[in-house]
């Protein structure tokens, strides 16, 4: 009998024989106390018990971890003084003796207070959750202090656990799910620092096997937020807040989760998908069933859009050209602007796309990729007098023959000093993409200044008032721009990338508001180029959005990385030499499950309606193979080999 009924009882019981209690409320309170005072009596002196007695947490007077019912053994944790440490300048504080303990509800809050430099005050609010058939214990923590640091703050929060044992799984960052074995700890990189080294992983969770109640196969997952880096050590998770970044606002804060579930790894992903990642929702359903994609750079003079939207619908049955999405990108003025006028909140009217068509002519017409010479020049990017009622022509042009549309959002952080609102405080670095659609020279811009961000928000309500009926799909590209661990400037201080990764999750949401209001389906997909020619060093801001469409060229060492972080989405990109490299891309669809590519307006500059019959077969052909299978996606255990003619490798399940 539950607490709800065992009251209900008691009170039919109590009340006929209470006439002097008229008001029954009177003898719901004194019930109530009575009620309560039985349950406080069943924990022992010192320990603090949270959540329904089948599957209570039970903490030390310190706030560590004693047991956790029906979920893991008072045996099987380790002894642990305080709930964790912190490391500042040398000295080190454990979070024991608690100053206030207070308790709301399903929430018990501890907070630790540290006197000394630099004056912390450290809150962490456990509550259990039930989500998903997993039972969640949930820590979110306060750190309240200084803006500024005299020293690097590591974080260190025991994790509850015993020791990691050597089959814990990881989400390894190059797309493998294997074990820890002999690794000491493993590392998700992002804002911040970590206090020592790991293997790399894709997300920050990990997942240990065990038994339970020595009979069925479970697994608890560990995991933090993915805005902060964090080191999983044998015990703890721990995180350094460096002294040049300090704490945002004088008031940091993280989240850690650890859930038992049953399943296998995949269970884990899942699971941390559905917890630490609640408020975004994965992308709509038929972005699984896209089986080609198709970039267009304004080719041809405008005209490549329409010759290959007219080439590919002789060739795809209407039936199945929904699984065909087309992207409309260099249809703006300049990158940075986008036509958007931040003083109106409204587009221009028309404009001149290319119109930097001559300063493009600057950089060099070719380039080696893969071992390939091929064009990289802008000699095509020709002026093209553009208008609003073109673009709408344009996309609706594909809409009504009955392929998925998709337009170019932005291009990363990316503007141009030659724009006229240029702003030198906004600056985060240059450098960046230099085409005919670039004014000046090109700068990074800083995520953590509010003109900056507000911009971005701005933009995207606007483009999907304007464009959002005639739309399948947003894709922001180059989001790599902003590396994990990079610091903002003496104008906008802060953790660069934790800013941008806050702003994809912000479009991500309100481009959801915008499919609640008006019953769309519209995508937003991030550029993030894990593992590509860009570098490893990237962070995963796919995490936030519906998937990924990037311009890694199909090269077949960045699909692997893309696994994880688009692990319930998809995973494609476009390749700008779709003759020179075919093989980039049939290895990508037949080993990652990408969309077969096709692109026009740059590169090879060659669309699919100006390819020869046999190179239209063989994407017809592929796309045939393709569209039967919907995506999802799987881990490696080994990944496949990239020779020439590359054959499969061997995927999870």
């Known amino acids: 009998m539950n607490v709800t009924t065992t009251f209900t009882v008691l009170l039919s019981h109590l009340q006929p024989h209470c006439p002097r209690m008229k008001s029954p409320i009177l003898l719901e309170a004194i019930l109530i106390c009575m009620l309560v005072g039985k349950v406080s009596e069943r924990a022992p002196a010192g320990e603090l018990v949270l959540g329904p007695r089948s599957d209570s947490l039970v903490l030390d007077a310190d706030g560590a971890l004693l047991r956790w019912r029906g979920r893991i053994d008072g045996k099987m944790i380790g002894a642990s003084s305080s709930a964790g440490e912190i490391h500042y300048d040398g000295h080190v504080l454990q979070l024991a003796k608690p100053s206030s303990v207070s308790r709301e509800q399903n929430l018990l809050a501890l907070t630790y207070v540290w006197q000394q430099e630099p004056a912390l005050e450290v809150t962490i609010r456990h509550h259990l959750a039930r989500q998903n058939r997993a039972w969640s214990w949930i820590r979110d923590l306060q750190i309240k202090g200084p803006r500024t640091l005299a020293s690097d703050l590591t974080i260190s929060i025991d994790s509850g656990l015993p ?80 002294a040049e970044g300090g704490l945002e606002n004088g008031c940091e804060k993280r989240t850690i989760v650890v859930s038992s579930h049953g399943g296998a790894a995949d269970a884990s992903l899942d699971c941390f998908f559905h917890t630490v990642l609640a408020d975004v929702p994965p992308g709509p359903r038929w972005l699984h069933d896209i089986a080609m994609v198709d970039y267009d750079y304004m080719s041809d003079g405008g005209q490549g859009w329409f010759r290959d939207i007219d080439a590919l619908a002789l060739a795809v049955p209407k039936a199945e ?104 405080r906004c600056v985060l670095e240059w450098g960046g993409w230099q085409g005919a659609d670039a004014k000046g020279r090109s700068y990074v811009q800083n995520p953590l200044q509010p003109k900056v961000r507000a911009f971005y928000l701005d933009y995207a309500k606007a483009l999907l008032a304007e464009f959002g009926p005639d739309i399948d799909m947003l894709d922001w590209d180059e989001t790599f721009h902003v590396a994990p661990g990079k610091l903002g400037t003496k104008d906008a201080p802060g953790y660069a990338d934790r800013a941008a990764m806050r702003l994809a999750r912000d479009l991500t ?123 999802r996606l799987k881990w490696f255990v080994h990944l496949p080999p990239e020779p020439e003619n590359p054959k499969g490798g061997e995927p999870h399940g």
């Open 321 to 424: 050209r929904h699984k065909v999405l087309l992207c409309l990108h260099g249809w703006y003025d300049f990158l940075g602007r986008y036509c958007f006028d931040t003083k109106t909140g409204r587009f221009d009217h028309d404009w001149t796309a290319f119109s930097s068509y001559e300063a493009a002519q600057k950089a060099p017409p070719w380039g080696t990729i893969g071992g390939a010479r091929v064009s990289v020049g802008f000699a095509n990017c020709k002026p093209l007098k553009m208008s609003l009622a073109e673009v709408h022509a344009r996309l609706n042009y594909a809409r009504s023959r009955g392929f998925r549309v998709g337009l170019y959002y932005a291009d990363g952080m990316n503007a141009g000093d030659g724009l006229p609102d240029f702003d030198p």
């Open 509 to 631: 949401l309100l481009v959801e508001a915008y499919n609640q209001t008006h019953r769309r389906q519209i995508a937003f997909l991030t550029s993030d180029c894990l593992g590509s020619v860009y570098g490893t060093e990237k962070a995963p801001y796919a995490l936030m959005a519906h998937g990924t469409f990037q311009d890694s060229w199909c090269q077949p060492r960045a699909w692997s990385y893309g696994i994880f972080p688009n692990y319930r989405n998809v995973l494609w990109s476009v390749c700008w030499w779709p003759v020179t490299k075919w093989d980039w891309i049939d290895f990508g669809v037949r080993n990652y499950q990408a969309a077969v590519s096709v692109s026009n307006g740059w590169g090879d500059d060659t669309g699919f309606s100006e390819m020869t019959p046999a190179q239209q077969a063989r994407a017809i052909e592929l796309f045939n193979w393709r569209k039967a299978r919907p995506t």
């Open 163 to 242: 020791a990691l044992p050597p089959d814990t799984w990881l989400p390894l960052a190059n797309g493998v799910g294997a074990s820890l074995n002999t690794n000491q700890a493993a590392a998700y990189r992002l804002a911040g620092a970590l206090p020592g080294s790991g293997v790399a992983l894709a997300l920050p969770m990990v997942s240990v096997p065990r038994l339970f109640h020595g009979k069925q196969p479970d697994r608890l997952m560990i995991a933090a937020d993915p805005f902060f880096s964090v080191l999983f050590t044998s015990t703890a998770l721990a995180w350094t807040y460096p």
